[in-house]
């Protein structure tokens, strides 16, 4: 079984720049498609940002666009989410996740993905 680990999260104030890493256990494993979430107290995890397989095709939450950038590292088993002029809006548990089965069709659809990290927090400071 396939593990994400994430990492990176943290208290940042408003406006600051923050990485979070996704990494897959297994080296040589492939995906669809790779994502982040987010979920926030309260609230149902809602889609942030997905990359295809291929590098090529990203989307993004109208939220975060221009903002937020998502990459797949060379080796294509880590996700990376470069967050910049964060927001305290920007707090939650933020999740990476993976589709290993299938074509992704609807990419800010959580069902699509059937691996998913433990969650980092992120909490950004007014």
């Known amino acids: 079984q396939v593990q994400l680990i994430e990492s990176g999260g943290g208290l940042v104030q408003a406006g600051d720049t923050l990485r979070l890493s996704c990494a897959a256990s297994d080296a040589t494993a492939k995906f669809y498609a790779m994502a982040w979430f987010r979920q926030a107290p309260g609230k149902e995890r809602a889609f942030v940002g997905s990359i295809s397989w291929s590098g090529y095709m990203t989307y993004y939450a109208n939220s975060v666009k221009g903002r937020f950038t998502i990459s797949l590292a060379n080796a294509k088993n880590t996700v990376y989410l470069q967050m910049n002029s964060l927001k305290p809006e920007d707090t939650a548990v933020y999740y990476c996740?993976?589709?290993?089965?299938?074509?992704?069709?609807?990419?800010?659809?959580?069902?699509?993905?059937?691996?998913w990290g433990q969650g980092t927090q992120v909490t950004v400071s007014s």
């Open positions: 996740a993976a589709a290993g089965d299938t074509i992704v069709s609807e990419p800010e659809a959580t069902y699509e993905y059937n691996y």
